[in-house]
T-cell receptor
């Protein structure tokens, strides 16, 4: 069965510092991996995805994620955090042959000024 | 281009009542999904339509939930009768047909509170 783990309920970082939001996954086939963000009172917005190819994926708002097959991880990163990055971040996986997404529990990112 | 639209944004109902949620997907998207997030937990899959057909309804919690997508356009999710544990945020998403490697586009969600 597919699963996603986001081990941190909350990540705190100071503005200007690098940030990492962790995600590990488990699938039986090749994974399609996604990051979504939910800002307050808004829906889920797509950030980036890994399908195949380069392990480092670049996405919206300066975010990037590194696919690591041996560690089954897909951590979200940004070199310099902004206060406006404060939101709820969800990692998701789609197994090949399936359409539905399996989400993690979400990580709240709090960037302080 | 309009995104995925969900109505209502909030709904508060009493236990035992009926509620119907609506989702308008992005025009031309054959895939339509319903998901639910119960407070503090993961977002869980409910079901998947391809056009008007139910492709996967393995996530539907019980027979109090009924989803329809007449004509393959908008979809409704009815909860009848509602129970306290049905409270949560219901998300709808859509994507083009056959695009397994394409991201799904989500609506803003409907926050359902059953009291």
């Amino acid at each position: 069965a597919q699963s996603v783990a986001q081990p941190e309920d909350q990540v705190n970082v100071a503005e200007g510092n690098p940030l990492t939001v962790k995600c590990t996954y488990s699938v039986s086939g090749n994974p399609y991996l996604f990051w979504y963000v939910q800002y307050p009172n808004r829906g889920l917005q797509f950030l980036l995805k890994y399908i195949t190819g380069d392990n480092l994926v670049k996405g919206s708002y300066g975010f990037e994620a590194e696919f690591n097959k041996s560690q089954t991880s897909f951590h979200l990163k940004k070199p310099s955090a902004l206060v406006s990055d404060s939101a709820l971040y969800f990692c998701a996986v789609r197994d090949t042959g399936f359409q539905k997404l399996v989400f993690g529990t979400g990580t709240r990112l709090l960037v302080s000024p | 281009e309009a995104g995925v639209t969900q109505f209502p944004s909030h709904s508060v109902i009493e236990k035992g009542q009926t509620v119907t949620l609506r989702c308008d997907p992005i025009s031309g998207h054959d895939n339509l999904y319903w998901y639910r997030r119960v407070m503090g937990k993961e977002i869980k899959f409910l079901l998947h339509f391809v056009k008007e057909s139910k492709q996967d309804e393995s996530g539907m919690p019980n027979n109090r939930f009924l989803a329809e997508r007449t004509g393959g356009t908008y979809s409704t999710l009815k909860v009848q009768p509602a129970e306290l544990e049905d409270s949560g945020v219901y998300f709808c998403a859509s994507s083009p047909f056959g695009a397994g490697n394409t991201e799904a586009f989500f609506g803003q969600g409907t926050r359902l509170t059953v009291v």
